[in-house]
C-alpha cells in the first residue's frame, strides 16, 4: 500500500540555521508533491508545489526538492525564525490531484 | 474573503448522539473535502464533492458516518451514532477546479466523545 513517512521526531534548530525536512514514499509514482504548514488548533495552509520533472522549487526562504528515483522530497527554510515553529506535512497526488498526507513533522526554532 | 468556515469549533457530546458538523467552502470553489486528523492516523480523507456531487467516499469509516453538499455553499458531515472512537478534529477544505492540488483548509472541529 501506498506510504508516506516523515519523521515523528521534533526538529529542533537554533534561529538563523537551516531547517531541512525529509519526505519519503514507497509504493506510489506521485505527479505532485506538495508542502503544508500546520500551526497548533489550524487547518494546514499550503505553501509550495512541485511537480515530478521540477528537481527543485523556490519561494522567498523555502525551498522544495523533489527527487523521484530516491522517492523522496526535501523541504528547506533558511534563516530559520521562532516564527517557524510549526508542523509540516508534505502530500503527494497522482492524476487525481487529491492529495495523500504524511502525518508531518514538528519544527521548533530556538531564539 | 473570509475562507473556510467551520462551525462548530468544538463539539462534546456523549456517546450515541447525533453529531453534525458544518462547512462553508470558500465562493467559487468546485471541490469540497472533509477529512478527519488523529495522532495516530495523521490527516485522513473522508469524502470529497465536485459541484456538490459526492465523488469518492471511500474513506468514510462505516455507515454511522454521512455528508451531504446540497448546495455550493453549505455541506455538513454527520455521525450517528457517534462514539468515543469518534474522538478527532475534523477539517473541511475546498479548492478550485484550476488548482486541486492546493487546498484550503478551515480551522477544523475538534470533536469529543465521551
Known amino acids: 500500500s501506498q506510504k508516506i513517512e516523515q519523521n515523528s521526531e521534533a526538529l529542533n534548530i537554533q534561529e538563523g540555521k537551516t531547517a531541512t525536512l525529509t519526505c519519503n514514499y514507497t509504493n506510489y509514482s506521485p505527479a505532485y508533491l506538495q508542502w503544508y504548514r500546520q500551526d497548533p488548533g489550524r487547518g494546514p495552509v499550503f505553501l509550495l508545489l512541485i511537480r515530478e520533472n521540477e528537481k527543485e522549487k523556490r519561494k522567498e526562504r523555502l525551498k522544495v526538492t523533489f527527487d523521484t528515483t530516491l522517492k523522496q522530497s526535501l523541504f528547506h527554510i533558511t534563516a530559520s525564525q521562532p516564527a517557524d515553529s510549526a508542523t509540516y506535512l508534505c502530500?503527494?497526488?497522482?492524476?487525481?490531484?487529491?492529495?495523500?498526507f504524511g502525518r508531518g513533522t514538528s519544527l521548533i526554532v530556538h531564539p | 474573503d473570509a475562507g473556510v468556515i467551520q462551525s462548530p469549533r468544538h463539539e462534546v457530546t456523549e456517546m450515541g448522539q447525533e453529531v453534525t458538523l458544518r462547512c462553508k467552502p470558500i465562493?467559487?470553489?468546485?471541490?469540497l473535502f472533509w477529512y478527519r486528523q488523529t495522532m495516530m492516523r495523521g490527516l485522513e480523507l473522508l469524502i470529497y464533492?465536485?459541484?456538490?456531487?459526492?465523488?469518492?467516499d471511500s474513506g468514510m469509516p462505516e455507515d454511522r458516518f454521512s455528508a451531504k453538499m446540497p448546495n455550493a455553499s453549505f455541506s455538513t458531515l454527520k455521525i450517528q451514532p457517534s462514539e468515543p472512537r469518534d474522538s478527532a478534529v475534523y477539517f473541511c477544505?475546498?479548492?478550485?477546479?484550476?488548482?486541486?492540488?492546493?487546498?484550503?483548509f478551515g480551522p477544523g472541529t475538534r470533536l469529543t466523545v465521551l
Open positions: 477544505a475546498s479548492s478550485p477546479r484550476t488548482s486541486l492540488n492546493e487546498q484550503f
Open positions: 465562493s467559487g470553489h468546485d471541490y
Open positions: 464533492f465536485n459541484n456538490n456531487v459526492p465523488i469518492d
Open positions: 502530500a503527494l497526488s497522482g492524476g487525481s490531484y487529491i492529495p495523500t
